[in-house]
């Protein structure tokens, strides 16, 4: 990622229960907006979906690789990086992220399945 993320708009993203995600399609208009759950970790913020899929706002995301996103306070053009479970210190992270942030409802973002959706937003 060639741009960071600022320490207030990291905050505002972790604080948020969801981030709203909407996908660019090529012609650089925006998807609806899909809510979804956000965490942070290492200065990094990161989402999963249930499953690996190339359907829907997931699919989407792969193939354009740009969105834009917003929480409570903030908005931004975003890169959208596919890491899935290509690293197990970025997994172990993310996971523990989820797990603090959601209790035990983050149980289906922790699984082997949705590791390996892991995407990572950076600023654009």
């Known amino acids: 990622m060639a741009s960071r993320w600022t320490a207030e708009e990291l905050r505002l993203v972790d604080a948020a ?9 090529a ?5 609806g907006w899909v809510p979804v759950w956000v965490v942070c970790a290492g200065g990094q913020a990161y989402v999963r979906s249930w ?4 359907t829907g706002w997931f699919g989407a995301a792969l193939r354009s690789r740009r969105a834009r996103v917003r929480v409570p306070g ?3 053009d975003v890169t959208v990086e596919d890491l899935g479970d290509s690293s197990a210190d970025v997994t ?7 797990r603090t942030k959601y209790g ?3 149980g289906s973002m922790v699984t082997a399945e949705a590791a390996a959706t892991t995407l990572r937003l950076g600023p654009a």
Request: avoid cysteine; charge should be neutral.
């Open 92 to 98: 172990a992270r993310v996971d523990a992220a989820y």
């Open 74 to 76: 903030f908005e931004a």
């Open 27 to 31: 012609d650089g208009s925006l998807r």
């Open 104 to 106: 035990s409802g983050a």
């Open 17 to 25: 229960g969801e981030l709203e995600i909407a996908v660019r399609r």
């Open 51 to 54: 499953h690996r899929r190339d």
